[in-house]
């Protein structure tokens, strides 16, 4: 059985977001000439949403429309990345408890492990590389590929077959968020939830999670629902 594994960054791999606000503010600044500094973030939750998705957000409650925002939003992508890539070595970035046992598992399996994520493909790319996980991942979706989560899913799955040259029989979703859970749903595939974010396993189950984790330490639990 062919499976395919597209694991969240952010959250549920590791933690350490402060220079990716930076990055957004280095990438609005020098393309949008904003700061976003008349936005009230205490109201802003951006758990689970892509890179594009939080800058379209915050430019319109900065007062941008649409057909200002959309013609440079790869742009402003592009300065995201280059930033966080030449400023990562500041950044406090860890591996969650058991994700490396787990990764290390799952490729001595031979089961194809990919990224969903709503970072920048570099971004995401330089935060594994910081906590030596980077070498896992071939390919997936990322927050430079489209803005909706759920298109990242069906991205990646197509991305895998032509490296893989094959058809998949079961793909998981692995995330923290509820809109991790709601993005595998729409794309007509396997949930897991892992309540190492913000949010409980009340929450995940509650968004309709196949299967949810405290955390990804339970490695035979996790790899017996993946080869089952």
Known sequence: ????????????????????????VAGLLKVYDFNGAT????KLNFHGMTDQQILSQLLEMGGFT????????????????????????????????????????????????????????KIAYCKLRQVGLDHYFKSGGF?????????????????????????????????????????????GVKTIGVATGIYTIKNLMDAGADYVFADLTDKGRFTMIVTQ
Do not use: W
């Not at 499976?3 to 933690?15: E, H, V, Y």
């Not at 790869?74 to 046992?101: D, T, W």
């Not at 787990?102 to 194809?112: K, M, P, Q, R, V």
């Open 1 to 24: 059985m062919n499976t395919l594994l597209l694991f969240d960054n952010d959250g549920t791999l590791i933690q350490g977001f402060s220079l990716h606000k930076k990055a957004y």
């Open 39 to 42: 936005i009230d973030r205490s």
């Open 66 to 121: 649409k057909d200002k925002i959309d013609p440079l939003l790869p742009q402003c992508l592009k300065v995201m990345g280059e930033y966080y890539e030449q400023n990562v070595a500041s950044e406090k970035i860890v591996a969650l408890r058991g994700v490396p046992e787990l990764l290390a598992e799952l490729n001595e399996l031979g089961i194809s492990i990919g990224l969903v994520t709503g970072n920048v493909e």
């Open 143 to 187: 927050g430079t590929d489209a803005i909706i989560r759920s298109d990242l899913v069906k991205i990646a799955i197509e991305r895998f077959e032509k490296i893989k040259k094959c058809k998949f029989d079961r793909v998981f979703v692995i995330g923290d968020t509820p809109k991790d859970i709601q993005a595998g749903q729409e794309a």
